[in-house]
């Protein structure tokens, strides 16, 4: 397996743009997660999802934020419209049970 | 809201040194991990202990749980320069994976 894939890799927007960024799951994996990772709040906790659906939400900083897991396979999170506070890197991670198996992220810059 | 705090923020040793970091937590737990972050990377699962394990060893990793204190500490033993990395722990519960913030670890050749 290739592991979990996210795309972009990079993405630089200007504030207002809609930015969406791009997960693919560990085939067989239930549980897929997305983190915002900052210097000044580390590796937050966006929302969450089990068997595509989404249990909790919670850590979504705004509405301006939203996740979709249409299918076991893929997994969406948008930010409209982005500002440069929402500048940050973005893991997607997915898991079985136990251990999570992340992707190499996502660095967004808006500008 | 941060469920795990890691101890040091930082720490910096020579070469064959053994790190030590701790993590506390805030609430019940089925098991704690401990993963590794190498600058621009993701993170990568090291050892997971689940909450009715006192101490776990992997290689020259060993991790210990006190759940009465809830907190964990990660023992790299002989440290080397490729150890130098963020180490996090996360707290597991039903369905969350929450992470500290992290303990940045320098091995100085």
């Known amino acids: 397996d290739a592991g979990v894939i996210q795309s972009p890799r990079h993405e630089v927007t200007e504030m207002g743009q809609e930015v969406t960024l791009r997960c693919k799951p560990i085939?067989?994996?239930?549980?897929l997660f997305w983190y915002r990772q900052t210097m000044m709040r580390g590796l937050e906790l966006l929302i969450y999802?089990?068997?595509?659906?989404?249990?909790?939400d919670s850590g979504m900083p705004e509405d301006r934020f939203s996740a979709k897991m249409p299918n076991a396979s893929f997994s969406t999170l948008k930010i409209q419209p982005s500002e440069p506070r929402d500048s940050a890197v973005y893991f997607c991670?997915?898991?079985?049970?136990?251990?999570?198996?992340f992707g190499q992220g996502t660095r967004l810059t808006v500008v | 809201s941060q469920q795990g705090e890691e101890d040091p923020q930082a720490l910096s040793i020579q070469e064959g040194e053994n790190a030590t970091m701790n993590c506390s937590y805030k609430?019940?737990?089925?098991?704690l991990q401990w993963y590794r972050q190498n600058s621009g990377r993701g993170l990568v699962h090291l050892i997971l202990?689940?909450?009715?394990?006192r101490e776990k060893h992997s290689g020259r990793l060993r991790v210990t749980l006190d759940t009465s204190k809830k907190s964990s500490s990660l023992l790299i033993t002989a440290s080397r320069a490729a150890d130098t990395a963020s180490y996090f722990c996360a707290t597991a519960g039903s369905y969350q994976l929450t992470f500290g913030k992290g303990t940045k670890l320098s091995v100085i050749p």
């Open positions: 609430t019940s737990i089925n098991n």
């Open positions: 991670a997915s898991r079985t049970t136990d251990e999570a198996f």
């Open positions: 999802f089990n068997n595509n659906v989404p249990i909790d």
């Open positions: 085939s067989g994996h239930n549980s």
């Open positions: 202990i689940r909450s009715n394990e």
